[in-house]
Structure formats: C-alpha cells, structure tokens
C-alpha cells in the first residue's frame, strides 16, 4: 500500500489537520521538532530502533537507536543551557556530516534556541556575513574548521562560545573556545524540553539572492505538520524502510527532508559522508538496503556519465523508491532511471523559503518524465501572468510559479528583512521567483528562474556575493558573474573580469583568482572559467549589464539593447 493512496482523493477534502491528528498536536500546544523527532518515537516503542547509520570518511562506521539520539539531543541541549544559551539565541552547526551534527540539530530545538545549519564547505567571508547577520551565539563545529572561525572572531561581537566536539587535549585552545565531547559527557535521561509552540522560531538557512547579502530564511516549529505529511505521502516512507537522503543539512533538503521528515515518522536513516563516486554510492546503498532514495538531477547525471556497467556489478534491488529535487530533472534521466533500477526519479520542486515540497510526482500517478508534477494537497500552485499577476488558465503559456500562502512550512520572514520578505508578495501571492506553464492536465513544467541567480548542480549562488568577492582581489577591477551552461551541473559560475593597471591576465592568475574565491566563498562559488574583458558591457548610466553577458555564455540573441539600457 502506498501512503497518499490516491492523489486525486486526497486533493479533495484536504485539510493540514490529518497530519496534526497524526501528530496528536492540538493548536495552541506545545510543538517541539527535537522532541517529535526522538522522544515521542521512543514512547511509540521504537526505542531499539536504528534511527541512524552513519559511515564517514575511511569506513568509519556508527548506528544510533531513536533512544541513542533521544539522549544525544538531551545531552547537547542541556551541555548548551548550562553555557547559558537560551530561548531563541542562533546557535550554528558548522560540521561535516557527522552525527554530531544531526545529533545537536535535536539538542539546539529541544532547548528552544534556533538552529543555523552553515555548509561545512563554506569559507571565512561566507562565514562572517551570515553568523554577522543572524547575530549568532554560538556555533558548533570541529577542529578542522576552527582556522576559518579564529580568523572572523574579531569582528564577530556576539559570538560568545565555538563549541568544538572532536576537541585535542595536546592542542591549545583560544578565548570563547570550548571542548564537548559527546562520548565523554554522561548521557542525560531527562530533560526539560522547552515548550516551544507553533509559531515559535526553529531554523534559520540563509539563501542567496540576486542582490544583496544572503538572507536568513526562518522556519518555525509548526513547519513539522507539512514536512512530515510531504515525508509520508511522496517520499512514502514505511516503518521498515532504510531511508537515504544525499543532501547536506547545510542546505534545507537535508534538514527538512534529512532529518526532520524521516524521523518525525521514526524511520532509518543512513549518512554517507564521503565525496561523490558512483562505485561508492552504489556500494552504500547494497550494504545498508536502501529502499527510498532521495537525490538531486546533478549526482543523478553524475551516475549517468559512469555509465551502467558499474550497475550490473552491484545489488541495487533493495530500492523501491525514488525522488529528486535542487534543480531540472531532464526527462533522460527518469527514463535512463526507469531503465537502470526499474524506477523512474519522482521530481520534486520547493525551495528553502518553502520549507516543504510543493509541486511533486506522487506514487501512483502518471508521471511525465521532465514534469515537475503536481501541486501538494492543500497547496494552492499557479502560473501568474508577469504583468497582471493574474492565474494564467491557458496551458502552455509561461508565467510566474506563485503559491497561496499559509501552508504549516512556510518561512515568517527574513531575518531582519522584513521589507525583502514583503517584496515576496504581491495580488495575494507568493512569488517563487521561477517560471513555468502548466499543461492542459495541470502538470507544472520548469522554464527557468526570473532573476540572475545560478543554480550550480542544485545549489544557489549569488552573483553578487562573488562580484562582491572578486573585488578584494587585489588585481580586478571590474567584474561581472553568470551562469554558464554545464552537462552534469546544469549550471556553473563564469566571471568576467577587468583589471587594475600593472596586471596581466595569465593562466596563473586565472587560477589564483579562483582559489581566492574559492576559499573566501566555497567551492560552489569558485568561477568554472574567468574571462579577462577590456571593458564590460554597461548601461549609460553605468550599471554592468549581466544580461549580454548571459546571453553570450548561453548562445542567445542579445536583443535590442537599447531595451536593457536602464535594467
Ligand atoms: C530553487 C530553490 C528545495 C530544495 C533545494 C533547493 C530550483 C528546486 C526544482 C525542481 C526545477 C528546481 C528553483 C527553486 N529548484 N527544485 N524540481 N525543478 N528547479 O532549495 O536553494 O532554496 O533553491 O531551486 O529555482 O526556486 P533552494
């Protein structure tokens, strides 16, 4: 049996209250995401259950019960309040996927503070802006990470305490830092889980715009209503499942639907925290017996690209599932999926501010490969017209995805930015900031973005962030970022620069510019390919037009530019 049943029937009817019936959370209660996703599993009797298999670098090997992360997360949560950190203080999680890592995201909820997942990868000035921002409190990360935090600390006032869990007694530690050791501490039974209720703050991801610094999106406990039913109904997670999402908590996928999603409903869960090969992916998924698998189109082109006889080597039958999300899932890849596994890839679309699925394939209904799917049930999806920002009833004509708001997951705001947060809206609407068409079945198809943001293999980068970055650099001038077409990324960053009198551009300083960003930003951010320009193409009044430049990178008309002038 499959858990929507029917798509068609469940639209019908729908209300958010089968998933709080489910949850036994009636409105005003308490509702406390590190308490649903550990302590009431143990008291369903799932206590011995595996809640998670982790293997790390080097085969590193480690499983955890529901009352192992039960404990974990009481242990964190009160090691945090005894520092003194309290109801709504940001406290990052700044690690590679390690346990500790998914273990502390229950610590920090049950204690009522606010989780700031920050992808490991992320270098010192990706850093800086967003602990700046969110004024966070604490952050808890590992030694290896601890050069990139010394170097920003000074300019970081309300950071008070790095936490660093794989702490080394022989080394010596600075001012604000402090050692936890999980395996050292004593296991704390019982704690007092702070009531927290629907609207109170749970997580906070920052997201990149076109411009601008990233912005704090904030999610609030109430988010569980919508991220557990999305789990059951299209990831259709069931109780014997072993359950594996790829994506890293340092994005949303893998806090709503690495985390929260699965063990809200007391699932297995497996983590693999090594780097991409196809051979080790596929090995990961024989040894543990995968059944549900959740991935994005750029890993699902890499194992593409490897090709199928790796395949053949490998027992893979223990899948039964599969969906995908970040970006485009191009129709070759279902049908390539179909044809490797026997199952097509379920396309999902959402994004961070979403905080849940909102168009998807569900089991059981047609799939048209390329097809992003279907609105979820309870979830009001159109096409609006860019002028008028009417419903666009006509199929096939391209408008503006837009949702109704008011679904459990959707963010409040931006971290102090509530005029960017407004300007999300308009005529009643969210505005996704993507275009699409909806077809004579009401299936929504992927166009494209309606702003300059590049997707890199389902990751956001901001082309400001690294024009903004470029410029440190001691010999550009002028620079101009965009998106230039990838096979397996989609996407990738180009830069095209100008420089100050005195350089030249060389091979050399092609590659010492992209290192520059690579560890100012993060290997997302990194330029694929820097173009030395003698000028950039600018407006009359001076502003750089990204849009030729875009069009050249991506073989399209220029236009008539005069149009662009003022853009
Ligand atoms: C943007 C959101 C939500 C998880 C990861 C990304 C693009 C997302 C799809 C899809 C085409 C997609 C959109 C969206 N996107 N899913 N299935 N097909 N595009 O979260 O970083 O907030 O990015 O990713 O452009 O707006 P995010």
């Known amino acids: 049996m499959i858990n929507i049943g029917s798509y068609d029937e469940r639209i019908k009817n729908f209300s958010w209250e089968i998933a709080e019936k489910e949850l036994e959370y009636k409105k005003g209660d308490i509702i406390n995401i590190g308490w649903y996703c550990s302590d009431r599993i143990c008291e369903m009797g799932k206590s011995e259950k595996i809640a998670l298999y982790y293997e790390g670098f080097g085969d590193k090997e480690k499983s955890y019960t529901f009352n192992d992360i039960r404990l974990a997360g009481n242990t964190i949560g009160t090691f945090l309040r005894d520092q003194g950190i309290v109801a709504e203080d940001r406290v990052c999680l700044f690690m590679d996927r390690i346990p500790e890592l998914y273990l502390s995201f229950l610590g920090v909820l049950k204690i009522g503070a606010i989780v700031q997942p920050l992808f490991s990868a992320f270098g010192d000035e990706s850093l800086l802006v967003r602990l700046e921002n969110a004024q966070t409190r604490a952050i808890i990360t590992q030694r290896k990470h601890l ?264 963010m409040t705001t931006y971290w102090n930015n509530e005029e960017k947060y407004k300007e999300k809206f308009v005529n009643g609407w969210y505005l996704a900031g993507d275009r699409a068409y909806l077809d004579t079945e009401g299936y929504f198809w992927f166009i494209g973005r309606d702003d300059d943001v590049i997707n890199t293999g389902g990751h956001l980068v901001s082309p400001f962030e690294v024009e903004s970055a470029l410029l440190e650099h001691e010999a550009i001038s002028e620079s101009a970022v965009v998106a230039k077409p990838d096979e397996v990324n989609m996407e990738v960053v180009k830069a095209f620069i100008t420089l100050k009198p005195g350089y030249e551009f060389d091979d050399d300083t092609e590659l010492n510019i992209m290192n520059f960003i690579r560890k100012k930003l993060s290997p997302l951010a990194m330029p694929q390919e820097i173009e030395f320009m003698e000028s950039l193409p600018k407006t009359r009044s001076g502003k750089i037009m990204r849009r030729i430049l875009h069009a050249k990178e991506w073989g399209e008309e220029i236009g008539d530019t005069s149009t662009l002038e003022d853009d």
């Open 147 to 410: 050069s990139k935090i010394r170097k920003i600390i000074d300019r970081l006032p309300s950071l008070e305490y790095i936490i660093i869990v794989d702490h080394n007694p022989a080394k010596e530690l600075k001012e604000k830092e402090i050692p936890f050791s999980l395996k050292n501490s004593t296991p704390v039974e019982e704690m007092e889980i702070y009531p927290t209720t629907a609207e109170s703050p749970s997580v906070l991801h920052y997201t990149s715009g076109t411009t601008g610094q990233p912005k704090g999106v904030r999610h609030v406990h109430y988010s569980l209503i919508s991220q557990y039913l999305t789990t059951k109904w299209v990831l259709d997670l069931q109780d014997d499942d072993i359950y594996w999402c790829t994506a890293d908590p340092g994005w949303v996928t893998g806090t709503s639907y690495g985390i929260i999603g699965p063990w809200s409903l007391g699932i297995t869960q497996c983590v693999l925290d090594s780097g991409f090969s196809a051979e080790a992916w596929y090995k990961f998924i024989e040894k543990y017996k995968i059944t549900m698998w959740y991935s994005a189109p750029t890993a699902i082109r890499s194992l593409m690209k490897a090709g199928d006889e790796v395949i053949k080597r490998i027992d893979l039958k223990s899948l039964r599932h599969l969906a995908s999300v970040g970006e485009p899932l191009n129709a070759e890849a279902v049908i390539w999926s179909e044809k490797v596994f026997g199952l097509p890839f379920l396309d999902t679309y959402w994004q961070t501010e979403t905080g849940s699925m909102m168009i998807t394939n569900y089991p059981g209904m047609k799939i048209k490969p390329g097809s992003m799917g279907k609105s979820f049930p309870g979830i009001t999806g159109v096409v609006l017209d860019a002028k008028t920002y009417e419903p666009i009833t006509e199929p096939g004509k391209v408008g503006l995805i837009a949702f109704k708001p008011g679904w459990p997951a959707m």
